[in-house]
């Protein structure tokens, strides 16, 4: 496997701009959704921020697991999405490092902060105030349930991803084929040649 550093400080360039964009985007988008919201859905909105979270990093895992062979003979068949799928695999460090680092990452922070608003919420409606034992106790509790909740959604999700990977990403491919057809949009577009050979050469790319 090759290393190029220009290709790879293009990449870490777009990818820190890309999490920029999508960190600010998710803290906004929750701050508004929890502001003035009930305390369940308060927290059915937490919930949502895990699975998205849980839900990327399998597919992070995924590419990073499946092989190629299976596509190409998908492809020759004319399945749809396969070709894609053969993108996909051949660019798995970028795909897992979107999913896995920039969604999951940002989702993990997103339902902390989040989970922090609930309980606020919460203790404001009750009467109770900041700084006392009785907040504290309840933080760590809703806190604590985040984690685990995170932790063993993403375990869970690592053995379908890896028990699965073939048909995950075939159904990856079949939306990105989606895009390509309908919105003219290339995830990934290049000819890098084999999974060993994909890592670090081509990005996303919007035509």
């Known amino acids: 496997m090759k290393f190029s550093f220009k290709d790879s400080a293009k990449w870490s360039f777009f990818i820190a701009i890309v999490t920029l964009i999508l960190s600010s985007s998710f803290s906004i988008v929750s701050t508004f959704a929890l502001a003035g919201v009930s305390f369940g859905i308060g ?11 849980i839900f990327f990093d399998m597919l992070g895992l995924a590419a990073a697991s499946a092989e190629e062979k299976p596509f190409h003979a998908m492809a020759a068949e004319r399945i749809k999405g396969a070709k894609q799928a053969i993108r996909i695999v051949r660019n798995a460090d970028k795909f897992s490092n979107f999913c ?39 933080s760590v509790a809703f806190t604590a349930t985040v984690a685990a909740l995170t932790v063993g ?39 890098k040649k084999g999974k060993q050979k994909a890592r670090g050469n081509n990005g996303f790319k919007s035509n």
């Not at 920039?102 to 309980?119: L, P």
């Not at 959604?153 to 048909?167: H, V």
């Open 100 to 138: 896995n680092d920039v969604i999951g990452d940002i989702s993990g922070i997103v339902s902390g902060t989040a989970t922090a608003a609930v309980v606020l919420h919460l203790m404001s409606n009750i009467g109770i105030k900041q700084n006392t034992f009785l907040y504290s106790l309840v």
């Open 43 to 53: 927290i059915l909105i937490v919930f949502v921020i895990i699975f998205i979270g």
């Open 153 to 191: 959604g993403k375990a869970l999700g690592k053995s379908f991803a890896i028990t699965n990977s073939t048909q995950i990403i075939l159904f990856v491919g079949k939306f990105f084929s989606f895009l390509e057809e309908k919105l003219h949009i290339f995830i990934f577009n290049g000819n």
